[in-house]
């Protein structure tokens, strides 16, 4: 049966290359750089102090750029090409005109494309370190943190979880589109070198208000729709469970912002739209290992413990150990992405469907790829109780390599160069490290603090006693 003209097979769209598919991938990887910039730049540009708001916003986009160079330049072989250690791939660049239109290693996408969608991945954890570290890190140390910990951390995580030869992979773990690999490596490599950098001013830390709440809702609907194609695109196929993956990611989001939103009317007696957006972040970050291969109800479900356990551990563990008073987590990425990561990979664990695990992995095999609690379900318990055993390897791998890696790379660049501004640039911000600022208009956000009643900036309510910090924002 012959074809339409239109797709049969010629020399620039050989017989391995689906049209459909490439486009889809292309098409979503565009959408996770649409997360990245203009979404956490405007983010992160708005949600901090006015004086932090030039710099917060440039941290991001510098990052994104300087991820693409060192990604095409050597990162992209080392996370999925030739085996070079046990988890770690050959570096090699990625220029090369004729490699990049053969066919990638998975799917039918040609290399340009699969490093292309590998790469706004890559770039946005970075991004999600640097939230963290806002309103205090010397950008100088900044610019050679990013190429390090993308080189020495990074790509060893992808290399062991998402490349068919690292050695998690081998033993079967599910990380649907980077719960693991994004998130919580972001949020402990954030935690950690937010310990090594040193606190913000005193000032900063007590009031610390959004410039622009506004914009800030801006930021976050683009992170929130970017997510279509964050966690839809990683089947690399316009498939059944590419649709699934979309549809639980969102569902799982919204479930997540409003349990957030509940607890916080129920206990701080505002619903505060900060924390509405850090629910937010929580529900996509938890779903994310799961997107594709959980039933509707599993998500509505990890939407409720994405907004509450989180939750607990910001409002309410905070206050209570010692280590995490101690850490000056700017944007409490490590609520937001350490802690929602590690409880979306449990909860993969135990609730993952072995019919949706096969038609993303494209595998008929018993012994991988089998929530617990389907494995109690239909008889296969020793499979389940190893799938669940295999997520917590997986984090505890992640988290030990990430404090590692990142206490090291700080370590060094601090023989360099202070992880930490000046004194002087701290109480200046903007103007004193770019010579820019973001608002030509008098004022910081105190003359307004009797209108920013937010319970993200006092904990709780006047009406209730007590404080809260404002570091704790998504």
């Known amino acids: 049966m012959s074809l339409p003209s239109n797709l049969n097979p010629d020399e620039a769209s050989p017989p391995w290359l689906n049209k459909g598919d490439n486009s889809w991938q292309l098409t979503a990887a565009t959408l996770v750089g649409l997360q990245s910039v203009p979404g956490l730049v405007i983010l992160y540009g708005s949600i901090v102090k006015k ?14 750029a300087a991820v693409l160079v060192c990604w095409v330049g050597w990162g992209y072989r080392m ?67 990013v190429p390090l910990w993308l080189t020495f ?74 997510w279509t194609g964050f966690n839809g695109g990683d089947p690399y196929t316009v498939s059944t469970d590419a649709s699934l993956a979309v549809l639980n990611t969102h569902v799982c989001t919204a479930t997540s912002l409003l349990t957030w939103l509940l607890l916080d009317i129920i206990f701080f007696g505002k619903p505060s739209v900060i924390g509405a957006t850090q629910g937010m972040i929580t529900g996509l970050v938890c779903i994310t290992p799961a997107a594709g291969v959980v039933q509707g109800w599993a998500a509505i479900l990890m939407g409720m413990m994405s907004g509450s356990i989180p939750w607990y551990t ?44 096969r038609l993303f992995y494209l595998v008929d095999n018993w012994q991988h790829y089998i929530g617990f609690f389907y494995g109690l379900h239909t008889g296969h318990t020793t499979a389940g109780f190893k799938q669940l ?64 009643n937010s319970i993200y900036e006092e904990f709780p309510p006047p009406s209730k006693g007590g404080e809260v910090q404002m570091n704790q924002m998504a």
């Open 51 to 64: 004086k932090w708001a030039v710099n917060s916003a440039f941290m991001a986009l510098y990052a994104f």
């Open 79 to 145: 996370a999925f090409g030739d085996k070079f250690i046990h988890f770690l791939g050959m570096p090699n660049v990625s220029l090369d005109a004729q490699y990049l239109i053969e066919q990638a290693f998975l799917g039918y996408l040609p290399n340009a494309t699969m490093i292309y969608f590998q790469f706004v991945f890559a770039a946005i954890t970075l991004i999600l370190v640097a939230g963290a570290l806002l309103g205090r890190m010397n950008f100088l140390a900044w610019m050679l943190f």
């Open 153 to 226: 951390s990074y790509t060893i995580t992808a290399y062991s979880i998402w490349c068919p030869e690292g050695w998690l992979s081998k033993k079967g773990i599910i990380d649907y589109s980077g719960g693991y690999v994004i998130h919580l490596s972001s949020g402990v490599a954030g935690f950690t070198a937010a310990y090594w950098v040193g606190p913000r001013t005193t000032k900063d830390k007590e009031r610390f208000p959004p410039n622009n709440i506004l914009l800030m809702l801006a930021g976050a609907g683009l992170l929130w729709m970017g």
């Open 314 to 357: 910001m409002m309410v563990l905070h206050k209570k150990i010692g280590l995490l008073k101690q850490v000056d987590d700017t944007m409490a990425v490590f609520h937001t992405h350490a802690v929602a990561g590690s409880l979306g990979g449990i909860l993969t664990g135990l609730f993952a469907v072995p019919k949706l695990n």
């Open 389 to 452: 055993g295999i997520q917590l390897l997986g984090i505890v791998f992640v988290v030990l390599l990430n404090i590692f890696t990142t206490s090291v790379i700080c370590l060094l660049i601090r023989l360099i160069i202070p992880l930490r501004l000046a004194e002087d640039e701290l109480q200046t911000g903007d103007d004193a490290i770019h010579g820019e600022e973001a608002y030509a208009l008098w004022g910081d956000g105190e003359k307004y603090e009797s209108k920013l």
